[in-house]
């Protein structure tokens, strides 16, 4: 049957000639429009929060050490050469 009529139904392609290019188009439309929302988001946010810079975490470290905060594994623990609640930040 298939033969005498082509493909039809289920067996036809899912795919068809150019269907590829569309794909790869399209995908790049979806990253390009997310890229730029996302650098709009960026542009129009507010400065980064307080509780970010260095100067804050660090006093978060002293603020656990006086008030013993994870006294076996923390920043409170006997001989603690972390970096406690400081992150790489930029600030």
């Known amino acids: 049957y298939w ?3 082509g ?4 067996r036809t392609p ?3 000639p150019g ?3 569309k794909v790869v188009a399209g995908a790049t439309a979806v990253v390009g429009v997310s890229g730029a929302l996302f650098l709009w988001i960026r542009a129009k946010g507010n400065e ?3 509780t970010l810079t260095k100067e804050w975490q660090e006093a978060s470290n002293e603020y656990a050490r006086a008030n013993k905060i994870n006294p076996i ?4 623990s006997e001989g603690y050469k972390g970096s406690g609640f400081v992150s790489n930040s930029k600030n």
């Open 19 to 21: 269907h590829a290019i």
């Open 73 to 76: 594994s923390g920043v409170a």
């Open 7 to 10: 493909p039809h139904g289920a």
């Open 48 to 50: 980064r929060p307080i």
């Open 3 to 5: 033969v005498a009529f």
């Open 14 to 16: 899912l795919t068809g």
